[in-house]
């Protein structure tokens, strides 16, 4: 934790100022302390320097053991690759000299692959996770000067209002109690005029039948037993690629199809894992953005990711979106 984050922090039970007490520093870091209500006394520790303000990962523990076990696979400074480079352009629809100097928060950070673009990128990010998967990311993000990670639960952000030029929240918001809710606490946070973006799950009608009901059984299973059974997706590729019996367990038992094996690994963990899971439709997410006062909306043809200007206050009439454009993801 940096101390110029602290001004920006507030106590999630009344909204009064932090004072951070007994700090310890290493360097630009503080390691270890304590933030401190000056209204209501509530205390909140700083450990690992990471200001925690929830005691555990509640209904999404299984990420915090998956992105730990996962740590490094979707990195693109790890792996060489550009997934996720894609993935955030995608969504934001930023451009590589559009992060340069904006604040940005990642709502749902998990092992860090977007932050680590986006500060690679000379942004200051901010990401937050629910749970213990904030300590994966600080092992990925060691090195970026302008990365804070914070545990905190996204219906209670320590933040003060407005607090970011940028808000974005991919793939994760779909794995909350509540995700209109969800995306209404992430977008207060985003200064006027700055920008909106998500990506949630499409509904795929008869599509999401099979993985659904498997999901009954696989949500129930402990996390170590649940990493046994997805490598099933590692050895059975091959018969998935098969043109007949390929197509038969795409329909019973679906799988990821991603051709290395690592993200194939984790992608169905991914899947089958959450206790939360839930699908959308576009004039369902249009609609939370247009009550959150977010405009000028750009939608992707699937799936569905949207980004957009926060102009008006909430739930004044905002602009129709532009037609979905599929673009590279």
Request: with cysteine.
């Amino acid at each position: 934790m940096k101390q110029q984050l602290l001004s920006s922090l507030v106590c999630v039970r009344c909204h009064g100022a932090l004072e951070l007490r007994h700090a310890v520093r290493l360097g630009r870091e503080i390691a270890r302390g304590e933030l401190v209500c000056g209204a209501c006394g509530q205390s909140y520790p700083v450990r690992d320097g990471i200001p925690r303000f929830v005691a555990n990962g509640a209904y999404a523990a299984s990420f915090g053991r998956e992105w730990h076990w996962f740590r490094r696979v979707q990195i693109d400074a790890r792996n060489g690759a550009d997934d996720s480079e894609r993935q955030l352009a995608a969504t934001t629809g930023y451009g590589d000299a559009d992060y340069a100097g904006r604040r940005m928060l990642d709502a749902g950070v998990g092992a860090g692959r977007f932050a680590e673009v986006a500060a690679r990128k000379g942004a200051e990010v901010v990401g937050i996770d629910l749970t213990e998967a904030v300590d994966a990311a600080a092992q990925n993000l060691r090195g970026y000067e302008r990365v804070d990670l914070v545990q905190a639960d996204i219906f209670a952000l320590p933040f003060r209002p407005e607090s970011f030029d940028t808000v974005y929240s991919i793939g994760v918001l779909h794995h909350t109690p509540d995700p209109a809710r969800a995306f209404r606490c992430v977008a207060e946070l985003c200064r006027s005029g700055g920008d909106v973006a998500i990506y949630v799950y499409a509904r795929n009608g008869i599509a999401d039948k099979a993985p659904d009901l498997i999901r009954k059984v696989t949500t129930k299973l402990p996390p170590q037993v649940m990493l046994a059974v997805a490598s099933y997706a590692v050895f059975a590729y091959p018969l998935y690629r098969a043109p007949l019996l390929g197509k038969a367990l795409r329909l019973v038992a679906p799988i990821s199809e991603e051709p290395r094996w690592r993200w194939r690994w984790l992608d169905t963990f991914d899947w089958y894992t959450p206790t939360y899971q839930w699908k959308h439709t576009y004039p369902e997410v249009l609609g939370w953005f247009r009550a959150a006062g977010v405009g000028d909306l750009v939608a992707d043809a699937q799936p569905i990711r949207i980004h957009g200007r926060r102009q008006l206050p909430a739930g004044a009439p905002t602009p129709a979106a532009r037609a979905p454009a599929r673009r590279a993801a």
